[in-house]
């Protein structure tokens, strides 16, 4: 009964979550590669392809169990949206807030300094009028904390984000700004 229960639960139990774990890997390497964080990408790399190899062992040893390409193409699919979750989570890298104001450009503005970020405007028109277009490059950890602040300010605020791969220069919150904020909060 041990070996009936091992075939049927235990290792289809074990290849989907070997196979979560390196689709995951796999998933999150592919996010760092188009961020061009190369060496990172590199070494999830080793680990994804490892995972992968005994994950693949293991079905190649039984091959004619269809529980096991079961559990094989569930992990797949759980793995992708792992992934996806867990690089969300990280939050790495930087993106570009792109904010299109027709009220309180100022008030925008300095908020997000206040913040330690560096702030471009420029005067804009569009379909309803004059406005500006603000922009800065955020920390994507960063960047519910700062879309909060624009929302507060002018709740009609049109935004975009998108994922930047590199900056030459940019203005960010240092260490020092971060502890000063959090003692300001207590």
Same mark, same amino acid.
């Given at each position: 009964?041990?070996?009936?229960?091992?075939?049927?639960?235990v290792? +289809? $139990?074990?290849?989907?979550? =070997?196979?979560?774990?390196?689709?995951?890997?796999?998933? %999150?390497?592919?996010? *760092? @590669?188009?961020? !061009?964080?190369?060496?990172?990408?590199?070494? *999830?790399?080793? $680990?994804?392809?490892?995972?992968?190899?005994?994950?693949? &062992?293991?079905?190649?040893?039984?091959?004619?169990? #269809?529980?096991?390409?079961? =559990?094989? =193409? &569930?992990?797949?699919?759980? !793995?992708?949206?792992?992934?996806?979750?867990?690089?969300?989570?990280?939050?790495?890298?930087l993106?570009?807030?792109? @904010?299109?104001? /027709?009220?309180?450009?100022?008030?925008?503005?300095?908020?997000? /300094?206040?913040?330690?970020? &560096?702030?471009?405007?420029?005067e804009?028109?569009?379909?309803? &009028? +004059?406005?500006?277009?603000?922009?800065? %490059?955020?920390?994507?950890?960063?960047? #519910? /904390?700062?879309?909060?602040?624009?929302?507060?300010?002018? #709740?009609?605020? $049109?935004?975009?984000?998108?994922? %930047?791969?590199? %900056?030459?220069?940019?203005?960010? #919150?240092? /260490?020092?700004?971060?502890?000063?904020?959090?003692?300001?909060?207590?």
């Amino acid at each position: 009964m041990d070996t009936a229960l091992s075939l049927y639960f235990v290792y +289809p $139990f074990l290849i989907f979550l =070997a196979r979560v774990v390196d689709v995951s890997l796999e998933t %999150v390497r592919i996010i *760092l @590669i188009a961020r !061009g964080m190369k060496i990172l990408a590199s070494i *999830l790399g080793f $680990f994804e392809i490892l995972v992968w190899l005994i994950v693949l &062992g293991e079905i190649m040893n039984s091959l004619n169990d #269809p529980v096991n390409y079961i =559990a094989y =193409a &569930g992990g797949f699919a759980v !793995g992708n949206y792992v992934g996806i979750w867990l690089e969300n989570k990280l939050a790495m890298g930087l993106s570009i807030l792109r @904010i299109i104001t /027709q009220s309180d450009m100022m008030g925008i503005v300095i908020a997000i /300094q206040s913040m330690g970020y &560096g702030v471009t405007y420029v005067e804009a028109h569009g379909e309803k &009028g +004059p406005g500006v277009i603000v922009f800065a %490059v955020v920390r994507r950890k960063d960047l #519910p /904390q700062v879309t909060e602040v624009v929302k507060s300010i002018d #709740p009609t605020a $049109f935004y975009t984000i998108e994922d %930047v791969r590199m %900056v030459s220069e940019a203005t960010f #919150p240092t /260490q020092r700004f971060h502890k000063r904020r959090a003692r300001s909060r207590v």
